[in-house]
C-alpha cells in the first residue's frame, strides 16, 4: 500500500486540527470566565476535536507509518497532542514505514 491521502484534502484536516485546538481552548477559557456562549464554543470544539481524531486515527490504521502501535496507543493516551505531532511527522512516517517494513 502506498502513501494513500487523506478522504479530505490535507489542508482541510490541516484546518480542522488547528480548529478544534483553539475553539477547545477558547472554550475552557470562557467557560472559566462564565461567559454566556462558552457552552457553543466547547461543544463545536469537541465535535471537531472528535471528527479530526476519527480522520487521523483512520489515516494511520489504513497506512504503513513506522512505529504504528506507538502512535495509536499515543492517540489514545494523549489524542490533542498526538493529532498535532503526527500531522507535522505524518510524511516522514510513510517514508520510514516504506523503507523498514
Known amino acids: 500500500m502506498n502513501n494513500q491521502d487523506f478522504k479530505i484534502s490535507f489542508k482541510t484536516v490541516w484546518f480542522l486540527v488547528v480548529g478544534n485546538f483553539l475553539l477547545t481552548i477558547i472554550g475552557a477559557f470562557a467557560k472559566i470566565q462564565h461567559w ?20 487521523i486515527l483512520s489515516d494511520m490504521v489504513k497506512n504503513k507509518i513506522y512505529n504504528k502501535t506507538f502512535w495509536i496507543m499515543t492517540m489514545f ?22 523503507k523498514f517494513e
Open 36 to 55: 454566556e456562549f462558552s457552552q457553543i464554543l466547547l461543544t463545536i470544539g469537541l465535535m471537531l476535536f472528535f471528527s479530526t481524531w476519527i480522520i
Open 77 to 98: 493516551i494523549m489524542p490533542s497532542i498526538a493529532t498535532i505531532f503526527y500531522m507535522l511527522q505524518r510524511n516522514k512516517l510513510i517514508r520510514l514505514g516504506q
